[in-house]
Antibody, heavy 121, light 111 residues
Framework: EVQLVESGGGLVQPGGSLRLSCSASGFTFSSYAMHWVRQAPGKGLEYVSGISTNGDTTYYADSVKGRFTISRDNSKKTLYLQMSSLRTEDTAVYYC??????????????WGLGTLVTVSS | QSALTQPPSASGSPGQSVTISCTGT?????????VSWYQQHPGKAPKVMIYEVSKRPSGVPDRFSGSKSGNTASLTVSGLQAEDEAYYYC???????????FGGGTKLTVL
């Protein structure tokens, strides 16, 4: 059974940093592209970032470019999102999502349960 | 990275069919067959209902179907049931310089 378990969320002050982790199981992690998607309270879904199978290709939405860094450790079957210079508008539930295949095309087949990040003073 | 356009709400009575649209551009919906649809109940994570325009993951009822014409994709829910009441979001790949864009979401109400 595919499982994606996010962790690392919490309360952080504006300008602060936080690292999210997503532990994967039930599939060959190294064979699939992965993504982060977020949802602000009461709002819709927003694509944040994606990474290729070996980590050599990444993508960031304009809203987080230069502040967030996506990475992965295939030996640990874990996806990361390093967030810095956090703003109040980054407050959201962050979901780890799995691509259907090797190539990132936002064909998602599994979502994690999400981890809440709250940016507030 | 403009969001895809969805109607904010849709509704239908049990047993009826309802169609939700998702309008983009030739750079996203119209340019690729990588449109997906997600169902989200309050307080829950989204669930994939359709991917690659019209493919259904295993376990998704065949009452859910997807299609695309030009720059607009559509999700049709036939034989509406009470449990179909939820928010529905579309997404599309938009090229190597824009890996993903979502629609604003549609609240489906079963009357």
């Amino acid at each position: 059974e595919v499982q994606l378990v996010e962790s690392g969320g919490g309360l952080v002050q504006p300008g602060g940093s936080l690292r999210l982790s997503c532990s994967a199981s039930g599939f060959t992690f190294s064979s699939y592209a992965m993504h982060w998607v977020r949802q602000a309270p009461g709002k819709g879904l927003e694509y944040v970032s994606g990474i290729s199978t070996n980590g050599d290709t990444t993508y960031y939405a304009d809203s987080v470019k230069g502040r967030f860094t996506i990475s992965r450790d295939n030996s640990k079957k874990t996806l990361y999102l390093q967030m810095s210079s956090l703003r109040t508008e980054d407050t959201a539930v962050y979901y780890c999502v799995k691509e259907v295949g090797i190539t990132p095309r936002l064909r998602i087949d599994y979502w994690g349960l999400g981890t809440l990040v709250t940016v507030s003073s | 990275q403009s969001a895809l356009t969805q109607p904010p709400s849709a509704s239908g009575s049990p047993g009826q069919s309802v169609t939700i649209s998702c309008t983009g551009t030739s750079s996203d919906v119209g340019g690729y067959n990588y449109v997906s649809w997600y169902q989200q109940h309050p307080g829950k994570a989204p669930k994939v209902m359709i991917y690659e325009v019209s493919k259904r993951p295993s376990g998704v009822p065949d009452r859910f179907s997807g299609s695309k014409s030009g720059n607009t994709a559509s999700l049709t829910v036939s034989g509406l049931q009470a449990e179909d009441e939820a928010y529905y979001y579309c997404s599309s790949y938009a090229g190597s310089n824009n890996w993903g864009v979502f629609g604003g979401g549609t609240k489906l109400t079963v009357l």
